[in-house]
């Protein structure tokens, strides 16, 4: 008789199957593998660093799928927790699926957890149906800007250095917005906490958001 019929297949123990990535194992032996749901990745542990089986690197794109998070509907912010660790040092975010509408613009408002002083430092310009030039900055906030737009979607893509590490932080990000009209443009900026940030939330300046997705890459380190 099979272990199986003995005590209930849906009682087997998955060896090897995780989540994500904060239940891999917290002190891997070399060439353990496993299979992490939330990514569908099966990864090796090469001594160092987790790996895809036969790749040198963590991934031969250069990027890693961290998480992904739907936005809700009609929600006053949406975070996106504990999404920066010590795995990786710099992050890529974009926002897409179809893009977040507001139910009122002009801001979306970046901010990291733990940093609630004003230490963004930062400059932007955007485009109003490819015509208007508009600068606008943010000299001591206690956030940065994800977008600028009218009541409509919006989409934007964010490099960003050092969330996690006792450093402080470089912020860059290229979006659209648009309802009636079109925005688009770029907003960089220097946050001066070193602080260590493992969630950041998205909120809009007035209304809600609803759709789209936030998702969340690491940048391997070699």
């Given amino acids: 008789m099979g272990i199986s019929q003995q005590i209930g297949a849906s009682s087997l123990i998955k060896a090897g199957v995780i989540d994500n990535t904060a239940n891999r194992p917290a002190s891997p032996y070399e060439g353990q593998v496993i299979f992490q749901k939330d990514t569908d990745q099966l990864l090796v542990w090469n001594g160092t660093a987790w790996v895809i089986p036969n790749s040198p690197a963590q991934n031969p794109t250069g990027l890693e799928l961290v998480t992904a998070q739907t936005i809700g509907t009609a929600v006053s912010s949406v975070t996106v927790s504990n999404c920066f660790s010590s795995t990786y040092d710099n992050y890529f975010i974009t926002m897409?699926?179809?893009?977040?509408?507001?139910?009122?613009?002009?801001?979306?408002?970046?901010?990291l957890a733990g940093v609630t002083t004003n230490l963004w430092y930062g400059a932007g310009y955007y485009m109003q149906n490819a015509t208007t030039i508009t600068g606008f900055n943010n000299a001591g906030t206690a956030y940065g800007y994800a977008g600028v737009g009218e009541t409509g979607s919006y989409g934007f893509k964010i490099d960003i250095q050092s969330?996690?590490?006792?450093?402080?932080?470089?912020?860059?990000?290229?979006?659209?917005?648009?309802?009636?009209?079109?925005?688009?443009?770029?907003?960089?900026?220097?946050?001066?906490?070193?602080?260590?940030?493992?969630?950041?939330?998205?909120?809009?300046?007035?209304?809600?958001?609803?759709?789209?997705?936030?998702?969340?890459?690491?940048?391997?380190?070699?």
């Fill in 163 to 222: 969330p996690f590490l006792t450093k402080q932080k470089d912020f860059m990000v290229q979006y659209v917005g648009g309802g009636t009209s079109t925005y688009s443009g770029i907003y960089n900026s220097h946050c001066n906490s070193s602080a260590s940030c493992a969630s950041f939330t998205i909120t809009p300046e007035y209304g809600t958001l609803t759709g789209g997705t936030i998702t969340v890459y690491g940048y391997r380190k070699s």
């Fill in 96 to 111: 897409g699926n179809g893009g977040i509408v507001s139910s009122y613009g002009p801001f979306l408002r970046f901010s």
